[in-house]
Structure formats: C-alpha cells, structure tokens
C-alpha cells in the first residue's frame, strides 16, 4: 500500500494472494492548493478480473484519483494499493490512458506504436515489432497497422491510443474516459474493445460520466459526487436495493388494479390511464396473461428496472447531472 504517512511505494501487508483487489484505497484524499478538496477520504475496492465503472459527473475527482493512483499526483492524506505491489513495480503492470498519447499524423499506426515504444527503457529493444503486432492485434487494427494515422476514424485513433497502453503484458488497464469525444460509431468501437481486454482477464478500470455506458459495459462500479464516494458493487448489487416494477398501460385501471392484486402484487398504484406495481418473482407474461383474461384491455406492459441513476437519485437526492 502507498502511504502518504509511510514510504512511498511500501507494500500493503504481505504478498498479496491471487485474488486480491487490483485496486484499494484507504481514506484517499487529495486537497488542492487554495484548499479546494477533488478527493475526500476515498475506500475503494477494485476486484481482480472486474471491468470496474469509475463513474461520476465531471468534476467529482475521477481524473484526480486516476492521478493518484498512477503515481502522477502525490495525495494529500490516505493510502493506497495497486495490484498489491510497490508502485514501482506495479506500473509495468499496469496500462494507463489518461491524457491521449501524441501521436504524429503522418506516421502510421504501427510507427507510431514504435516511437512510443522506444520511449520505455524497460521494453527489450529486440521484441518490439512483437510487441507493436501484438498490441495492434489485440486492438483489431493489424489490417490498418501500415496506414497513417492521419487517415484513421476517430474510433481507430482511440484504439490505437488504447495499443499504447497495451504495449506489454497488463494486469491492470486504467482509462480516463476513453469514450470521450468519440463519435457513436468510434464510441461502440471502444466498449466493445474493453469488453474483449477484460475477457481475456485484464482488469479494466474505467472513468466515466455516462451512467449507460457503465451499466453496459462494467461488471462493477463506483459512484463519485463532488470527491466522496456515494456507492460501490457489483452493477447487480447497485442496483438490486431498488426494486423492479410493472407498469401497464390500460384504460381500465380498476381492473388492472384488481387483477395485480389477486396475483399478489404488492405496492399497486393506479394512476390516470396506468397501473404499476412491484414486480416481484412473477413472469411479466403471466402478469398479461391473467390482465387479458379478466377482460383488462391491456394497451401496454413494461418492466421498468432500476438504472444507475435511480441508485444516485436514491442516495444524494439529486439528478446525475450535476457539476461537481
Ligand atoms: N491541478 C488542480 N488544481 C486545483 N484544482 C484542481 C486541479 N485539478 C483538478 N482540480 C479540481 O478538482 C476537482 C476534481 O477534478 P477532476 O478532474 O479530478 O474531476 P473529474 O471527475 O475527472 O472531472 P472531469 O471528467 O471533468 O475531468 C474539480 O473541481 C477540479 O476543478
């Protein structure tokens, strides 16, 4: 664990077992000059093999902490642990996209990889090409590996931006917003493509402010607001506090009402041309089913799941959007 209070680098206890956190944090805080505190007293837990949402509005200190945990910012208070190691040997370990790399527009993908590549003392000089293949490979652009970067789709600049962060066997891959910017093809390119990292067992923590592109593409998440940490779990367990309901749309609301009840329903309200209720374990098909057959015109009929955004709605009292 690194420790603002302890040398810098000291490992976190013992070595650590195989299924250790890649990520944890004691009380991180990070105050800036002028007192303005980005991260208060953050406790993180980052499970290994999970593809973790670090989600929150912008401006609730994601980046910050990213900072920190890459070594780039020295925390004010706090500790912290990355893939259970001194830092200093963790970071080989450990592929980072915070800030998009510079690439040079008139080279093309592979050369490019070859620059930064040259850039790490520690990569063995005579496996390079190995390695730019590899990374190329595993970002499914060896077909465009030859072609300048100029040239490539955004989607394709973001993925080769993700190459460079691979370049070498990675536990850990950290990216600061890789959506960001992106347009919606270039966008699905890239939750596509950290989906594909994280099947092959890299842990993948992700920033983001898209409360919908962490629910689909995180096994887990963490919510920030304005530097505190407001929830952390898996997606299930975020979301499994509130409850799924039915809602069907009907001009014969009495009925419908009736009819959920005697099915065992609970929490059942009418309203003006809908009934909802509490889902429960029932099937929503034999929910229809008995609606139709007690005569109930049914004019629609959804599952209405708890997202993300009712989990931080439910704990700040507030929409997602606001500006930390
Ligand atoms: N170097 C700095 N000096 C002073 N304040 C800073 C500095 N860097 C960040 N901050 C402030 O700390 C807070 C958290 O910023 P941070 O960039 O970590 O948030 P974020 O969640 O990553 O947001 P974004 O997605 O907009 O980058 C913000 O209020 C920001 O203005």
């Known amino acids: 664990m690194t420790a603002v209070t302890q040398e810098a680098g000291a490992p976190f206890g013992a070595a650590p077992p195989s299924g250790e956190d890649a990520i944890v944090t004691h009380g991180l805080t990070k105050r800036f000059r002028g007192g303005q505190v980005a991260v208060d007293a ?137 959506t960001n910017g992106l347009d919606p093809q270039g966008t699905r390119e890239v939750r596509a493509l950290v989906k594909e990292i994280a099947a092959d067992g890299t842990t993948v923590f992700v920033s983001s402010h898209l409360l919908a592109e962490v629910e689909q593409m995180c096994t887990h998440a963490a919510i920030m607001r304005t530097g505190k940490l407001v929830a952390q779990g898996t997606i299930a367990s975020l979301s499994g506090g509130l409850v799924a309901r039915v809602r069907v749309e009907t001009p014969d609301v009495a009925d419908a009402a009736r009819v959920l009840g005697t099915l065992g329903l609970t929490d059942v309200r009418p309203g003006g041309l809908e ?39 439910g704990l700040t009292g507030e929409g997602f959007d606001v500006d930390g």
Do not use: C, W
């Not at 005579?126 to 100029?150: F, N, P, Q």
């Not at 929503?284 to 049914?298: D, F």
């Open 42 to 178: 953050l406790d993180l837990a980052v499970p290994r093999g999970s593809v973790f949402g670090f989600l929150g509005p912008n401006g609730s200190g994601k980046t910050t902490t990213i900072r920190m945990l890459l070594g780039l910012v020295a925390p004010t208070a706090g500790e912290y642990a990355v893939l259970g190691l001194p830092l200093a040997q963790a970071l080989p370990r450990v592929g980072a996209l915070v800030e998009g790399p510079a690439f040079y527009p008139y080279l093309s993908g592979a050369a490019n990889l070859l620059r930064f590549d040259s850039a790490d003392p520690t990569a063995p000089r005579g496996t390079a090409r190995r390695r730019i293949a590899e990374a190329l490979e595993r970002v499914g652009l060896s077909a465009a590996a030859g072609k300048r970067y100029r040239n490539y789709s955004l989607g394709m600049r973001q993925r080769l931006a993700i190459a460079a962060a691979l370049l070498g066997p990675r536990e850990l891959l950290v990216l600061d917003e890789p």
């Open 275 to 313: 009934v909802t209720a509490e889902l429960g374990g029932h099937a929503p098909e034999q929910i229809n089913a008995a609606l139709v057959g007690e005569g109930v015109a049914v004019r629609g009929l959804a599952v209405v799941r708890p997202s993300l955004e009712d989990v931080f709605v």
